[in-house]
């Protein structure tokens, strides 16, 4: 299959709102992440995402709508939802609601909920009013790899998989929506993404986050989000997380690296762009700025991509800390990591 890249005009929009239609896939720009689209009504379409993608069966889709109308042919709106969308749609955050029949199993790998977004960004919802179905979509990349935030690297996972990527440019967000359980007692994220936790207790009083955001799953914990289960975002090369006070940091990124290039590793550091300097000899991969957690969510994915592309294999990275948009930070990167930390003094000390 020849894959065909277009830019964002509409009659580029009505040939990807035709193909969604006809249940073929279609990757589009949102917000958050590129996703990889398709008629969530229609099984079949459902079922070459997952083929597409390489993505397990039992990882439910995210379903995306332009108006809030769609809503009464995929699930049940309570008011908690009403008000989270009053205050977030269009926008990041994904809600869980009872699924209704019109949505296949196959979109919600036969859980009783269905995951519901309204995107922000301008081509998303361009998109989805002139198919004006509602669109299941993942993020865009192969499986197991960080998810997309430009449609080069859609075109690099998809070339050949499927008809059209539509290129509306770099992801404002760069990390994927906040996904929120609101059907069992207090609300709980399930996936920390671009609304914070900050954000949604100031609408919905106290909220809680999943405890397998911040660490891996443990043997026999139930995955409350199946996507939870899977390695996800991880580069070729091992990830190490180092952290401490900032100056000991800087000390101990420049000492693993370099120790790990004398033991004939390929290895590199990702620092803030106000440490660059002093680690330039450390192949600095740059971050953001230290007090803009908001780049650092924007050029994450980008980031892990560009470590395999060079091969990279001993790759010692800064931290955030977990609050605000950082928290989707350390829950992307600590996977990426497997969750493997070290503390900057202790390096230091030895
Ligand atoms: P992706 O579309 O690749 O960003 O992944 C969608 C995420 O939403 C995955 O982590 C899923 O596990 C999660 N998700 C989707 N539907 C549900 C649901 N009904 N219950 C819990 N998590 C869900
Ligand atoms: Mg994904």
């Not at 992440?33 to 398709?38: E, K, Q, R, S």
């Not at 749609?89 to 199993?105: A, N, Q, V, Y």
């Not at 955001?213 to 989000?225: M, N, T």
């Amino acid at each position: 299959m020849k894959t065909q890249v277009l830019g964002p005009a509409q009659e580029n929009l009505q040939a990807a709102a035709e193909l969604l239609r006809s249940g073929q896939l279609v990757a589009f720009p949102t917000e958050t992440v590129y996703g990889l689209g398709a008629n969530a009504f229609d099984k079949d379409a459902v079922l070459s995402i997952f083929a597409a993608k390489d993505r397990p069966a039992d990882n439910p889709l995210i379903v995306h709508v332009w108006c809030r109308e769609q809503l009464k042919d995929i699930c049940e709106v309570s008011e908690t939802a009403e008000k989270l969308m009053d205050a977030f749609w269009p926008g990041p955050l994904t809600i869980l609601m009872p699924r209704k029949e019109s949505i296949p199993l196959e979109v919600t790998a036969g859980l009783p909920t269905v995951a519901v977004r309204m995107p922000s960004h301008p081509v998303a919802a361009a998109l989805l009013k002139a198919c004006n179905v509602p669109v299941a979509a993942p993020s865009a990349n192969r499986s197991g790899k960080p998810s997309p935030t430009s449609a080069r690297y859609v075109y690099q996972d998809m070339d050949g998989r499927i008809p059209m990527i539509i290129d509306g440019g770099d992801c404002d967000v760069g990390l994927e929506s906040t996904v929120l359980d609101i059907g069992h007692g207090k609300p709980c994220i399930l996936r920390p993404g671009g609304v914070t936790r900050d954000m949604l207790e100031k609408v919905l009083g106290e909220v809680d986050v999943a405890g397998s955001v911040l660490r891996p799953l443990q043997q026999g914990e139930v995955a409350l989000s199946p996507g939870m289960r899977y390695k996800h975002y991880a580069p070729n090369g091992q990830v190490v997380l180092v952290e401490g006070e900032e100056q000991q940091v800087v000390g101990a990124l420049r000492r693993l690296c370099e120790e790990a290039a004398q033991n004939g590793h390929k290895s590199c550091v990702m620092c803030f762009t106000e440490h660059a300097e002093q680690l330039a000899d450390c192949h600095p991969f740059d971050l953001g700025s230290i007090h803009r957690p908001e780049e650092t969510a924007r050029c994450l994915f980008d980031t892990l991509r560009r470590l395999d592309d060079v091969g990279m294999d001993a790759i010692f990275s800064e931290v955030l800390p977990p609050e605000g948009i950082g928290l989707a930070v350390m829950n992307r990167l600590g996977r990426a990591a497997g969750f493997h930390s070290v503390q900057a003094e202790d390096i230091l000390r030895d």
